[in-house]
Each structure stands twice: as structure tokens, then as C-alpha cells.
């Protein structure tokens, strides 16, 4: 049963307003044309700011105010939803050798600025701008506060009007150019809170810009269906717009998004977090599907770009008809929807110490990991715990010394902890730099005269228990081999592992074709769980990560199914050499939950049911299950059908995250030949999608080699 009654029509699964406006939008993005209008460099602040001995704070506050002061104000032919970035960078704040001193003997969190975390947009939007400054200027006034309280204050005050200085010159260009309804709607957002779905959608578009502005990446845009959805309900009823109407000024906002991927910091471009999730349950536990959520999928179906991505919570008994919609975004090859499966995710949370009420409320992060807009100051990436090395390493070892399979498990166990804690032990260090503008955005900083890197409510830290397939395969084969049957020697194994395989092609084989593996042989699915059991009990012995929190361990690889494989950069941690599974030196790891490539899988139930036998109450810091679908298993509505069950079944096995991919073999192939043909390819890397024809070559090959099940 669907969560709400829908209104006709809204689970249809195309849009009803004319597309040629927003065709041509979408095309001159796609072509770059907005980059004109950028300047050929950011203003350089750091002469002021030494002028006048500023702080880290107000150094952050007052490039934040110039780079605003920089921005040109465009208005580009036929828009309604407005801000076009102008400034290429964000200017430095300090010369090198200062920021070394300032910074020594900390740990930064990846590039330094604060990511990965989520607004309470939905927040934002009911108090708008002018009223998050009068909160603040109240703060300011009442007596108690120290100078750090008062000096954050005072900081975000700059960054408010800041933001409402750029919105006024884009009013008054906007009205210059005899734009009165958008210079109106300019006028009014996001100063004070809007109320129509247009208004709501230009403030949110202005509010998360801004963001960057001030250096942060990863910027997710949250439950957008729940705090979007009363403006648009609002306009359906007083007939104030039409559902084509909605829909059309929808597509332009989610089409707006893509405008600046290119400056935004990832590994590779895309990755870039601009989610959105979909569904779920209210603060009550009361179903949440509303007349949005379907028509954000059926306008991301639509738009076909990589940004946003979509997430979507389910539960075992969401509609089929609603799945269908979801799979149409699938059959697309976009990568998404991510489903989130709310019956194991929630209760997990709450194990982790997340009041119910705010674990109902979750959304993910740049890619998969939960997390609480507007009361989580979490660091959801501090690095990987290389369960293929820790294996490898218990294997060698314990072959080497002549002890038994359980004693090599237990060697395992040691490395997996002394990496966990070594991750622990370095954020310990964590330096978090000063944040006014997103502070803004967040509930009790301005209340409590507080900057969010000093923490929100929730302050965990998360971790990746990566490529777990590989590693229980390389411990299955050695139990099944050297222990059990006793057919290959310790002395053989590690002779084939030192010398890659070389002059041991028949073993090699016998490894990758013979052995248990995870998906199909339920030793190598218990290896695995008792894997992430050992990473569970390292994570659970730290009471305290340093900022009040806990250490989170997930299922998830991020990009280190290759860093791992191949050496990570700026890591001591050497690339893994051959292992038992019958992997080479350098060939890669599965992306996620998903079987160790080119391994012989029965099909996607089997996989399914491998990977619900992990204790998700305990494994919290996300991850999908992975799979790759042929495209021809979308040819159809009775596939789309197929593939709505295969959700409903994730669900129903207690399964956490699952995304799903539709590739073509062979159009990738010929999209690395002719990448001229294929611009608007897009694929799902691991927690994110973006053009094929954009990627590096290593991350093509690794999409390329996947897996593909039909059904």
C-alpha cells in the first residue's frame, strides 16, 4: 500500500509540460555555456586579512562576504530558478608556511573544509535569512557569552548579509531586465520565508550555492520531498499551479544543479554529493510517500543528468507501483534511485544512540552514509579498513607459522583492530575549521552562540569496512584448500602469492574458479559476516572517538576498491600484492557489497541473501549492495515489474542499501573509443553517478569488468 493516497496521475511516468525551454537549458549546461559569464580568477583576501590581523573565523567570514561581493548576477535566457556561479575558486586564507603552523600536528578531514554533512533546509526556508539574524543578534545581546561566542556571532551576521547583499543585486537585475515577477520573488527569498513552491525552490537553490561559496563541498540537499512538499501542496489546492507547471520549474531546479559540477572537488567529477532522499516514515514513524516524491523521480527521469541523485527509503511492503517508477530512473542508466531500507537502517541508528524521532528523520551523505540534517556534525569517511589486507596479511602470517584456520581468523581480527584504532587514534586530531555561513543553516548553533565544527548534537565518526567479498573468498579458499581437503600446501599457496601467480596459472584457476565465494557458498557468506564482526567489536571497544561520538563501521568501499588495490595516495599503506582468491597484483577489488569480480554468482537472490546475513544493528555507517543489471533486463514493463521485486526482496531479506545499475557492455566499449558519441553516457561509480566519458581510465575499466545479472 502506498504510504499516502496519490493524486491521478502522479505515478505516471512522464512529464506533462512542454519540454523545448528546458531542452535548450539543459543542452547549453551540458555545452558549458554558463561558464562565459565566470571570472578568470577569485578575489584575493588575504592582504586585508593580514592588514587587519584577523582570526581564522573572520577570515573565514569576510572571503566568504568578498566572493559574494564578486559574484556577477546573471540571468540567463528563459530562467526562473536564478544563480549562475561566477567565481572560479575560493581564495586562500592563510600563506602556506602559516597555515602549516596552524594546522600542525592535527588531522584535516579530506581537503580540510567541512563535508559531507546536511542542512536543516527545511528549517532554514520556514525561519528564512532575516530571521536567523535576528536570532543571532539576540544571542548576541544576552549577557554570558565568552569572545569566541560572541566573535562566531558576529560571523555569521557578516555571512547573512552577505547573502542578501548578492540576492538584492539579483533582484535588481532581474527588475532591470523587466523580470518583475522574478525580481519580486527575489525580493521576498530567502530573506523571509517563502510561500509558493517557486519561491521555495529559488530560496533553496540560493541558500545551497551558497554553501560552496564558503568553501564546504559534498552538500547534500536532504529529505527534499518532506520540507518542499507543504509549499507545493499549498499551490495544488488554490490552484495557484498546475501539476505540468510544477513539474517544469522542478526540472529547472534539479537542472540548475548541474551548472558547476565542474568546480566542485570529488575524485572524479561527479562525485560531487548533491543527494536528495525520497520516502521514508514522518517523525511519528507515519508513512511519508507524498504526491513529490513521485514527481522528483519522473522529473529526474526527465532531466537524465547526474545531478541530483536520488535516494530513496522503502520497507518491505512499499508499493510496486511506486518501485516501478523508481525502476524507470534504472532502465535510464543513471545509477538511481539508492534505496535505503528504513526497517533495518532506523532501529540501527537508534542502537548507535539517535533519539527515534531523529533516526526517522535520516538522510545519507554524499553517498551512502546516515546521517541527521541540521543535528550532525559526523565525519562519516575517516578511511578504510582493508579487510583484503588484513586477510592477506593473517594468511601469510599464520601459513608461514604453521597455525591452525581459527588462529589465522584471529590474526585477522588483530589487524582489523590495530587499523581501526590506528583511524580512531588520528581523529583524535581532527580539525575542524570554522563554518559561519553553514552554521546558519543548522539548528542551536545560533541559539547556543556555537559554530558547528564545534559539534552539533550527533558527532560520530564513520569508517569503511571495504571489499569484504575479496577477503572472506581469500579465507574461504584457504580453509577449503590447505585446511580442509588438504590439496594445496601452505608452502605452494604462499610460493603462487609471492611470485603473482607466475608459473601457477592451474592453482590461480583453481582459486578464482573452484573456491567458495560469497553469493554462492554460504562458508564463504559466514566468513564474511564474522569479518565484519571483528570490525563491529573494534569499532564498539572505543567508548569515545575524542568529540563525544562513536566510531560507525560500514559495508561500503568508496573509491578504495581501486586505492586499495593499487596504493592510495598519500597513504603508507602499500598496494596489496596477489591474493588467495585468485586475485593478481593490482586488479581490483568489488565496488561495495558485491562479489569479488568475475566471480560465478547464481544470480541477484543469491547475492541478496549473502549479504543479509550481516548484522546491520552493528554495521551502521551504510554501504549498498552493488549489482550491475544487463540493460536488456529493462526491455519491458513486465522487466520493470521484475525489477520492482528484486527491490521488494532486498527489502524483505533485512537487507540495509542497494543500488542498482543498468549497463550495456558493449556501448561502454564503444564509449572508450568514440567518446564523442557517447557525452551524456552516464554510470553509477560506487556511491555516486556521473559520464562515463568524464571518468579516468581505471574507474572506466572497473564499471566495464562489473558484474552484469539478468532477470
Known amino acids: 500500500m502506498l504510504a499516502t493516497e496519490l493524486a491521478p496521475g502522479f505515478l505516471?511516468?512522464?512529464?506533462?509540460?512542454?519540454?523545448?525551454?528546458?531542452?535548450?537549458?539543459?543542452?547549453?549546461?551540458?555545452?558549458?555555456?554558463?561558464?562565459?559569464?565566470?571570472?578568470?580568477?577569485?578575489?584575493?583576501?588575504?592582504?586585508?586579512?593580514?592588514?587587519?590581523g584577523l582570526g581564522w573565523p573572520r577570515r573565514v567570514a569576510r572571503a566568504f562576504r568578498r566572493v559574494c561581493e564578486a559574484e556577477t548576477p546573471v540571468v540567463l535566457p528563459g530562467e526562473r530558478i536564478l544563480f549562475t556561479r561566477t567565481t572560479p575558486g575560493i581564495p586562500?586564507?592563510?600563506?602556506?608556511?602559516?597555515?602549516?603552523?596552524?594546522?600542525?600536528?592535527?588531522?584535516?578531514?579530506?581537503?580540510?573544509?567541512?563535508?559531507?554533512?546536511?542542512?536543516?533546509?527545511?528549517?532554514?526556508?520556514?525561519q528564512g535569512l532575516l530571521e536567523r539574524r535576528r536570532v543571532a543578534m539576540e544571542t548576541a545581546s544576552r549577557p554570558g557569552h565568552d569572545e569566541r561566542a560572541l566573535e562566531f556571532l558576529a560571523c555569521a551576521i557578516e555571512t547573512i548579509d552577505a547573502v542578501l547583499a548578492l540576492v538584492d543585486r539579483y533582484a535588481e537585475t532581474a527588475r532591470k531586465m523587466g523580470l518583475t515577477g522574478l525580481a519580486a520573488i527575489l525580493e521576498?527569498?530567502?530573506?523571509?520565508?517563502?510561500?509558493?513552491?517557486?519561491?521555495?525552490?529559488?530560496?533553496?537553490?540560493?541558500?545551497?550555492?551558497?554553501?560552496?561559496?564558503?568553501?564546504?563541498?559534498?552538500?547534500?540537499?536532504?529529505?527534499f520531498d518532506q520540507y518542499m512538499w507543504p509549499y507545493l501542496e499549498g499551490d495544488l489546492e488554490s490552484g495557484r499551479i498546475t501539476l505540468a507547471g510544477a513539474e517544469e520549474l522542478l526540472a529547472e531546479f534539479f537542472i540548475s544543479l548541474n551548472k558547476d559540477s565542474d568546480l566542485y572537488p570529488g575524485v572524479q567529477q561527479g562525485d560531487n554529493g548533491q543527494t536528495i532522499m525520497l520516502g521514508g516514515v514522518r517523525h511519528d514513524g507515519s508513512p511519508a510517500v507524498n504526491e513529490l516524491t513521485a514527481m522528483a523521480i519522473r522529473v529526474a527521469l526527465y532531466t537524465n543528468m547526474i545531478d541530483p541523485k536520488i535516494n530513496l527509503r522503502i520497507s518491505a511492503d512499499t508499493d510496486l507501483s511506486l518501485l516501478g517508477l523508481a525502476g524507470e530512473l534504472t532502465r535510464n542508466g543513471l545509477g538511481f534511485p539508492q534505496y535505503s531500507n528504513d526497517e533495518v537502517v532506523i532501529p540501527a541508528l537508534v542502537k548507535h544512540g539517535y533519539d527515534l524521532e531523529d533516526a526517522r528523520d535520516y538522510t545519507v551523505a554524499a553517498c551512502w552514509e546516515f546521517i541527521i540534517p541540521g543535528k550532525g556534525m559526523e565525519v562519516v569517511n575517516t578511511g578504510a579498513v582493508s579487510l583484503p589486507l588484513a586477510a592477506d596479511k593473517a594468511i601469510r602470517q599464520g601459513l608461514s607459522a604453521d597455525v591452525g584456520f581459527e588462529a589465522i581468523l584471529g590474526r585477522a581480527a588483530d589487524n582489523i583492530r590495530e587499523r581501526v584504532f590506528e583511524l580512531a587514534d588520528k581523529y583524535r586530531r581532527l580539525l575542524l575549521p570554522p563554518a559561519p555561513y553553514y552554521s546558519v543553516l543548522m539548528e542551536g548553533c545560533l541559539e547556543n552562540g556555537r559554530d558547528l565544527s564545534r559539534g552539533l548534537k550527533y558527532n560520530n565518526f564513520g569508517l569503511h569496512a571495504a571489499a569484504s567479498a575479496n577477503a572472506a573468498d581469500a579465507l574461504a579458499a584457504v580453509k577449503r584448500f590447505v585446511f580442509?581437503?588438504?590439496s594445496v600446501t601452505a608452502d605452494e599457496l604462499l610460493e603462487a602469492l609471492d611470485g603473482n601467480f607466475e608459473n601457477h596459472e592451474s592453482l590461480r584457476r583453481r582459486l578464482t574458479e573452484d573456491a567458495p565465494k560469497v553469493g554462492n557458498d554460504e562458508e564463504a557468506d559466514q566468513l564474511m559476516v564474522r569479518l565484519f564482526e571483528f570490525?563491529?567489536?573494534?569499532?564498539?571497544?572505543?567508548?569515545?572517538?575524542?568529540?563525544?561520538?562513536?566510531?560507525?563501521?560500514?559495508?561500503?568501499?568508496?573509491?578504495?576498491?581501486?586505492?586499495?588495490?593499487?596504493?592510495?595516495p598519500g597513504d603508507a599503506a602499500p598496494p596489496i600484492g596477489a591474493t588467495a582468491e585468485g586475485r593478481k597484483r593490482g586488479e581490483f577489488f568489488s565496488a561495495n557489497l558485491a562479489p569479488s569480480p568475475n566471480a560465478a554468482i547464481r544470480g541477484p537472490i543469491g547475492v541478496l541473501q549473502a549479504f543479509s546475513r550481516i548484522d546491520y544493528g552493528r554495521i551502521c555507517n551504510g554501504g549498498p549492495i552493488t549489482m550491475e543489471l544487463s540493460d536488456l533486463s529493462f526491455r519491458d514493463e513486465d522487466?520493470?515489474?521484475?525489477?520492482?521485486?528484486?527491490v521488494r526482496t532486498f527489502a524483505q531479506l533485512g537487507c540495509q542499501q542497494l543500488q542498482l545499475n543498468a549497463l550495456n557492455a558493449e556501448t561502454l566499449l564503444d564509449a572508450k573509443r568514440h567518446p564523442e558519441l557517447h557525452r551524456n553516457l552516464i554510470v553509477r561509480v560506487w556511491g555516486w553517478s556521473g559520464y562515463f566519458c568524464e571518468l579516468a581510465p581505471e574507474y572506466q575499466d572497473h564499471v566495464v569488468a562489473r558484474q552484469l545479472y539478468g532477470l
Open 12 to 52: 505516471t511516468r512522464t512529464c506533462s509540460f512542454s519540454t523545448a525551454r528546458l531542452d535548450s537549458m539543459r543542452n547549453r549546461i551540458r555545452d558549458g555555456a554558463h561558464r562565459i559569464y565566470r571570472s578568470a580568477e577569485s578575489p584575493d583576501v588575504l592582504p586585508e586579512c593580514e592588514a587587519e
Open 92 to 126: 586562500p586564507l592563510y600563506r602556506d608556511g602559516e597555515w602549516k603552523t596552524l594546522t600542525g600536528g592535527s588531522t584535516l578531514h579530506e581537503l580540510g573544509p567541512i563535508s559531507n554533512i546536511c542542512a536543516d533546509w527545511g528549517f532554514v526556508l520556514g
Open 535 to 568: 570490525v563491529a567489536e573494534a569499532c564498539e571497544a572505543i567508548e569515545d572517538n575524542g568529540r563525544g561520538g562513536k566510531m560507525r563501521p560500514g559495508t561500503g568501499s568508496a573509491m578504495y576498491y581501486i586505492w586499495l588495490a593499487r596504493g592510495e
Open 484 to 486: 580442509d581437503e588438504r
Open 639 to 646: 522487466s520493470i515489474a521484475k525489477c520492482a521485486l528484486l
Open 188 to 223: 521576498k527569498v530567502p530573506g523571509r520565508p517563502p510561500e509558493t513552491f517557486h519561491e521555495a525552490l529559488q530560496a533553496l537553490r540560493i541558500l545551497h550555492a551558497m554553501v560552496w561559496l564558503e568553501g564546504h563541498y559534498h552538500v547534500g540537499l536532504g529529505r
